[in-house]
């Protein structure tokens, strides 16, 4: 007896977390790409106060406008290509806390039901994520703290698809069933596929490091450096967590060798990076999951591709933004493999555990 949905009425109703969930991605996604662009054409202090916009809603956009936000800033004066990036990426950020929060109320409409802890570590992230773009503003772009901006950004994004995956999958949906010797291949290949969500992790915050230190350029040939397999680099200065605040690290404070050093490093990231996720999609097509290794390849190829065109085109910022979207994108995809592997089951199993129930529940019947 194969009673998956006790309750047909409910199993039959929208679940409207769910709905939200992937409202709330799409809309992490446009906050992401939206702050990459930011970043990326220096808008970060387009405004130098924070929420509003030299006091405005908006941003000062009339003459009078202007001249007044000038007076009140004098240290700061407007630079209208700089001020609506800010203030858009803001808005939207804003949106995505609403929607967050109406999330969570839902969440606690529906307590003990799926999801429910990771919405709340997700309200919490986003949160955070708040904290940090005021400090962003208030540090005036504070390495450290732009470079955890962006993985706060990835963190949130991560954990609204992983809560869509797990409403999605949720009884009697739960778990894809697959092929016994294609389950025991991809059990086998779990651990890999850890270890490269990580090293895509890391490599994701490598990039928040160069980016925040404006050591994208750092080295302008490919594949070596001024000419150089390893240049002259100082990484002590590049990787030092523990300097001073401020008082303006717009532009970068960093020396030749430092940013130097960051370069080269987040290139043998991503050199470790394409070994891990090409490794992992061999394995994946040979345990039969071939679209995933196609997919996870293709997106690998493409990340690597504009991470090469960043360098030898000087860094077209249409080029920098959808290196960073690619990111996002190839993080997701790996997340979404782990969850499918780890909720995978076998067909044999599962066909066992019912016919393990009916010869229990015919056992009964016939004492009865």
């Keep these: 007896m194969h009673n998956f949905a006790t309750d047909p009425t409910q199993a039959a109703r929208p679940d409207w977390r769910l709905r939200l969930a992937l409202a ?139 809560i869509v995956e797990r409403l999605r999958n949720a009884p009697p949906n739960e778990g894809r069933t697959i092929p016994v010797h294609e389950f025991r291949m991809l059990q086998k290949i779990r651990p890999l596929a850890f270890v490269a969500v990580v090293a895509v992790a890391l490599q994701i915050a490598l990039g928040g490091w160069t980016s925040s230190n404006y050591a994208a350029l750092a080295c302008a040939d490919f594949p070596t450096c001024h000419g150089q397999w390893w240049p002259q680099t100082d990484f002590r200065k590049g990787f030092d967590l523990a300097q001073q605040i401020g008082p303006n690290y717009l532009g970068g404070a960093l020396e030749s060798d430092a940013r130097t050093a960051i370069h080269i490093t987040h290139r043998i990231g991503a050199l470790v ?44 910022l249409a080029i920098a933004v959808a290196h960073n979207a ?11 493999f782990c969850y499918r592997i780890q909720t995978a089951q076998a067909a044999g199993a599962k066909e066992s555990s019912f016919e393990k129930t009916d010869e229990h529940e015919t056992a009964l019947a016939g004492g009865l």
């Design 24 to 162: 709330g991605t799409a809309l992490a996604v446009v906050v992401v790409v939206l702050g990459a662009f930011t970043r990326l054409a220096d808008a970060g202090l387009g405004c130098p106060d924070w929420p509003g916009c030299y006091g405005h809603l908006t941003w000062p956009a009339e003459h009078h406008e202007i001249e007044a936000a000038n007076a009140a800033f004098p240290h700061a004066p407007v630079e209208a290509g700089k001020t609506w990036p800010e203030m858009v990426h803001r808005y939207f950020a804003g949106m995505l806390l609403l929607l967050v929060g109406g999330l969570t109320v839902m969440a606690w409409r529906r307590r003990g039901q799926r999801a429910f802890i990771q919405i709340h570590i997700l309200l919490a992230l986003i949160l955070l994520q708040a904290a940090f773009g005021m400090w962003t503003v208030t540090l005036k772009l504070w390495p450290q703290v732009v470079t955890a901006h962006l993985l706060g950004g990835m963190a949130t994004l991560s954990m609204l698809w992983l």
């Design 273 to 316: 990076v394409s070994l891990l996720v090409l490794t992992l999609s061999a394995l994946a097509w040979r345990a039969g999951s071939r679209r995933w290794a196609v997919g996870l390849a293709g997106v690998l190829g493409l990340q690597v591709c504009l991470g090469i065109a960043n360098v030898v085109m000087f860094l077209p």
């Design 326 to 336: 690619g990111a996002a994108l190839l993080l997701l995809g790996l997340l979404t």
